[in-house]
C-alpha cells in the first residue's frame, strides 16, 4: 500500500478524465486519479450523522437531511480527561475510500503528535454520503444540486465536529483540520469561518489564490511547462514543436488515419484534438503528480529523449507515451464519458461557485494557445444547468484578493504547504502571511506529496517538510494547552 502512490501512475493511461483546458486540468485532488480505492483499514469505523440539507435557510426543505459519513479511528485516544488532540481529514470531490488508504500523515505522525483520535469526514454528496438517490440525480435535479457547495460542506464538518466533541465529552480537545487541494481550500477556509471549532489547519496544496484572476491564468501550464524544461531541453523543445506537426498532418487527407496508426489507437481517432487532449492530460498529470521516486515527468521524457537517432517527433512524442503508460498493444485516446462521482460533482462545483479559471496564451507554455474565456465557461455552464457560475463569490465570502494585508493580523494557524513543481502550486499561498500562517514548500514537491503515505525511499526534503510541519503544530498545541491551563484556574 505504502507504494500505491508512488506507482500509481503508471495505470494512468487506461482513464480519462474532464481535462479541457476550461475546467481544471487534473482533478484537484490528492488522489492521483489512478490509484484504485482500498478498502478501508480496520482501524477505522464507520459512522452516519443525520445531517441538515440546507444550513443557511428555514424553508420547509431546509429540514430535510441525509446520510452523511465520517469514519473515526480512536483506537488509542487519550480521552476527553487529556484532552487530547482531534485531527479532523476533510474529504474533497471524491469518495473518502480513496484517501484513506493513502493519506499517511496522521498515521505517519501519530507518535510525534501524540496524537490520539482522528476523524475523517465524506465532503457532502460525494462517496457514501449523497442524499436523494444517486449523484447523478442529484446533479440532474435543479432543487437539489444547489445544495451542493463549499459553504454548505464546511458547515457540515463543523456540526459534525461540535457533535462528536459533545458526543465524546471532549470540549476542550483541540481540533486541527487538515486537507489536500480542495480539501485543503476547504481546511483553510474552515479555520478562518470556524476559529471557534478548530485551532488550526494544514492545507495541503491547495490553490486558494486560483479564482477570480488573482493568479495568472497560465499559472497552471507554466509550471507545467517548467517542469519539462526542467527535466530536459530538449524534450521540452520536441513537445513544443509537436502540436503544429500534428495539426498540419491532420490538415492533409487521411491524416487523421495517419496518426491514429502512429499513436496505435484502439480506436480511429475521430480529430486531431482527440490525440491533443490526451497529450496534454499526460503532460499535466505527470507535472502534478510528479512524486519520488519515479518522478514521471523524467520517466515522459526519458521516452521523448530515448528514442533513436533519426526518429520524427511524431516518432518522439509516442516514444514518451510508450514510456509513461508502458508496452500495450494499444492506445485509449477516447474520452470515455464515465459519469464518476467526481466528474458529476465537479463538474457542477466549477460550473457554479468554484471557477478556476486556466488557460494559456500563445507563447507563453509549451502547449498550443488556449485562453480561458469566463464567456464561453458560462456558456457551457448554462447549457448544461441553465445557471451561469458565480465566478466571483469565492473571492467576496472566503477572500483571498491581498491576502497578506487582509490575513496578517486576522488569522493564525494555517499551514500553506505546496510543491512547486505542482503546476495548482501557482495559486497557492506561498508568502509568509504572519508567524503562524506560514507557506511551507519544497521546490521539488508535487501535488499533496506532504500528506501522502511516508516511505523509506522518501526524498530528505520531504522528510524535512513533514518534520515542519509536525513541530509548528505542536507549538500550536503548546499555546493551546497553556492558554487552557491559564483560563481554567
Ligand atoms: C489515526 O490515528 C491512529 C493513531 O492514533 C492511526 O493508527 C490511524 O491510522 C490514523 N488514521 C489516519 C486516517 O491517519
Ligand atoms: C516564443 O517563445 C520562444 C521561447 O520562449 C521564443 O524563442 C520565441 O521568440 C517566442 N516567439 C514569439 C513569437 O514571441
Ligand atoms: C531539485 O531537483 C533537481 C533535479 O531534478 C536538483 O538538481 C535540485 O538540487 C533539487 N533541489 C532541491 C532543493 O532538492
Not at 420547509?60 to 485516544?77: D, G, V
Not at 507563453?364 to 464567456?375: R, V
Amino acid at each position: 500500500m505504502k507504494h500505491q502512490i508512488s506507482f500509481g501512475w503508471l495505470l494512468l493511461l487506461s482513464v480519462t478524465f474532464f481535462t479541457t483546458v476550461s475546467s481544471a486540468p487534473g482533478r484537484l485532488s490528492p488522489v492521483h486519479p489512478k490509484i484504485k480505492p482500498a478498502s478501508v483499514s480496520e482501524d477505522f469505523e464507520t459512522f452516519f450523522y443525520t445531517q441538515t440539507l440546507d444550513h443557511f435557510n428555514y424553508k420547509p426543505e431546509s429540514y430535510r437531511t441525509f446520510q452523511q459519513r465520517y469514519i473515526i479511528n480512536s483506537k488509542h485516544w487519550g480521552g476527553a480527561e487529556e484532552n487530547a488532540p482531534i485531527f479532523a481529514y476533510f474529504g474533497e470531490e471524491g469518495p473518502l475510500d480513496e484517501d484513506l488508504p493513502i493519506i499517511g500523515f496522521l498515521n505517519d505522525n501519530a507518535p510525534r503528535l501524540t496524537l490520539r483520535i482522528n476523524i475523517s469526514k465524506q465532503h457532502r454528496f460525494y462517496g457514501k454520503s449523497v442524499p436523494f438517490g444517486t449523484l447523478d440525480e442529484v446533479i440532474n435535479d435543479e432543487n437539489t444540486r444547489g445544495y451542493f457547495s463549499s459553504a454548505q460542506a464546511i458547515a457540515d464538518y463543523a456540526e459534525v465536529l461540535v457533535y462528536l466533541k459533545e458526543k465524546l465529552s471532549a470540549q476542550n480537545s483541540p481540533v486541527i483540520v487538515i486537507g489536500g487541494s480542495y480539501g485543503g481550500m476547504l481546511a483553510s477556509w474552515f479555520r478562518l469561518k470556524y476559529p471557534h471549532i478548530a485551532i488550526g489547519a494544514l492545507a495541503s496544496s491547495a490553490p486558494i489564490l486560483y479564482f477570480d484572476n488573482i493568479t495568472p491564468q497560465d499559472g497552471y501550464y507554466s509550471v507545467v511547462t517548467n517542469d519539462f524544461r526542467e527535466a530536459s531541453e530538449s524534450c521540452y523543445e520536441t513537445i513544443r514543436n509537436s502540436w503544429s506537426v500534428i495539426d498540419e498532418l491532420a490538415s492533409r487527407p487521411n491524416g487523421i488515419s495517419f496518426l491514429s496508426q502512429r499513436f496505435k489507437t484502439c480506436s480511429p481517432l475521430g480529430t486531431s484534438s482527440e490525440l491533443k487532449d490526451y497529450l496534454d492530460t499526460m503532460y499535466a498529470v505527470a507535472a502534478q503528480y510528479n512524486h519520488p521516486p519515479t518522478y514521471p515527468v523524467t520517466v515522459v521524457c526519458g521516452g521523448i529523449d530515448g528514442a533513436p537517432e533519426g526518429t520524427d517527433i511524431l516518432g518522439r512524442i509516442f516514444a514518451g507515451v510508450v514510456a509513461y503508460g508502458g508496452e500495450r498493444s494499444c492506445y485509449e485516446m477516447k474520452k470515455s464519458n464515465s459519469a464518476s462521482q467526481t466528474n458529476l460533482g465537479w463538474s457542477w462545483q466549477t460550473c457554479s461557485e468554484l471557477v478556476i479559471p486556466i488557460g494559456r496564451g500563445s507563447n507563453d507554455t509549451m502547449f498550443p494557445s488556449a485562453p480561458f474565456s469566463l464567456n464561453d465557461f458560462a456558456n457551457s455552464c448554462m447549457s448544461k444547468y441553465g445557471v451561469p457560475p458565480r465566478p466571483h463569490w469565492v473571492t467576496t465570502y472566503y477572500g483571498g484578493h491581498d491576502i497578506k494585508l487582509v490575513l496578517q493580523r486576522f488569522a493564525s494557524n494555517i499551514i500553506f504547504s505546496n510543491g512547486l513543481r505542482d503546476p495548482y502550486s501557482s495559486g497557492g499561498v506561498l508568502e509568509k502571511i504572519s508567524d503562524s500562517v506560514l507557506p511551507i514548500y519544497t521546490v521539488n514537491g508535487s501535488h499533496c506529496l506532504d500528506i501522502l503515505t511516508s516511505s523509506q525511499s522518501d526524498p530528505q526534503w520531504l522528510v524535512m517538510q513533514r518534520q515542519v510541519e509536525i513541530e509548528i503544530i505542536r507549538g500550536w498545541f503548546a499555546k493551546y494547552y497553556a492558554d487552557l491551563h491559564t483560563l481554567q484556574i
